[in-house]
């Protein structure tokens, strides 16, 4: 198969599809794969670094695009890569779809077949893909919500751990699942306050097991639980998602008339749309504003800004996929695997995931290998 890596385009994004390591798995079998240039200088990979796993460098990401019949990305396409994107071809990347109508439709337009990253299943009912960037998310917003509650920075002027004799900040974190637990590691780990808000009873159970002798406070969540929560809290993390679909709106403009001065938000969820109210995306150039007095940090790619880290993380979790859609044929792998045909979002100029459908407001089709 013709596989290739475009470099990404996204503002500040040095992340990219393909290691040196993957390249030389999939050309030991076979395999052709086609590296934009310079799609790795950003995390210190070069172009021979790729040509010495057995790749090939091609000047523009159009040369990639119109030599690959699988391109392997890791941002949402914007929309000037969607136009190069073919009905012959498949693209597997995160996508996001469920916040953002002008790339599905882009999408659908192609005619290409697109599988999202963080729609593909696994057999315990994880979502595999997701999670090594939901892990980057988890721990990332500890420390950017630390960052931003300096007072430089518009927060409150308050050490995360406090020292002694000084109360640590308040640390609230909604949602259990992968991006949750991480950001609560790290919270304990800072020293903090932390309380933990989950929907789940295993689940709960689960995290008041493993963390709750270390003092963190793991509660069913409800709206009033919530509400009373974010209004002492000093930083809010929302780590909130359902697959495919928007994220919840859990905290309300409203809410934050009673928020302290200062307070933080991180919006893990802002790739779904967002948990907040009011949060709308930022980039790293850019990270924060501020509404009634909290300060809102929204990247809509976190990980993002630890892009070595995150890379190699991905790849990890990419590679057997990738593996499979080549050896097999996309269209054969899927027919085998339920857990890859799940991450088909787009199709023959239709969605096809039933939750970015409704949340769009389009038609929804079943995809048929």
Do not use: W
């Amino acid at each position: 198969m013709k596989i290739g890596a475009p470099k990404e385009i996204k503002t500040r994004e040095y992340r990219v599809g393909l290691t040196p390591g993957s390249v030389a798995e999939l050309t030991a079998r076979g395999h052709d794969v086609f590296i934009e240039s310079s799609a790795g200088h950003g995390i210190g990979i070069s172009d021979d670094d790729y040509v010495d796993a057995g790749g090939r460098i091609l000047k523009t990401a159009k040369d990639v695009f119109d030599a690959a019949e699988l391109i392997v990305k890791v941002k949402e396409p914007q929309l000037s890569e969607c136009a190069m994107l073919q009905k012959d071809q498949t693209l597997f990347t995160y996508l996001h779809l469920a916040a953002d109508k002008p790339q599905a439709e882009a999408l659908c337009k192609s005619g290409c077949l697109a599988i999202a990253y963080e729609t593909v299943t696994s057999d315990d009912g994880r979502l595999p893909l997701l999670q090594p960037m939901s892990e980057v998310a988890g721990r990332m917003s500890v420390q950017v919500g630390a960052s931003s509650l300096q007072k430089a920075a518009g927060g409150r002027g308050l050490l995360l751990g406090g020292v002694p004799g000084v109360a640590p900040a308040k640390v609230v974190i909604l949602g259990g699942g992968v991006a949750g637990e991480n950001a609560l590691q790290m919270a304990i780990g800072a020293r903090a306050d932390v309380s933990l808000f989950e929907r789940s009873l295993p689940r709960i159970a689960e995290l008041d097991r493993l963390y709750g002798p270390h003092g963190a406070k793991i509660t069913y969540s409800t709206q009033l639980a919530v509400q009373e929560a974010v209004r002492d809290a000093d930083l809010v993390i929302g780590a909130v998602l359902i697959p495919g679909a928007a994220a919840p709106k859990l905290v309300t403009r409203v809410m934050l008339k009673d928020m302290k001065e200062g307070a933080v938000l991180v919006d893990i969820s802002i790739d779904q749309g967002g948990c907040f109210e009011t949060s709308k995306p930022t980039t790293h150039d850019d990270p924060t504003y501020e509404i009634d007095g909290v300060v809102h940090y929204c990247v809509a790619n976190m990980p993002g800004g630890v892009p070595l880290t995150s890379t190699y993380a991905l790849n990890n979790a990419t590679l057997p996929f990738i593996l499979r859609l080549a050896e097999n044929g996309v269209h054969h792998a899927l027919a085998e695997c339920s857990h890859l045909k799940n991450g088909v979002n787009v199709a023959n100029g239709n969605i096809t995931h039933e939750a970015v459908a409704r949340d769009l407001k389009m038609s929804f089709v079943p995809y048929t290998s």
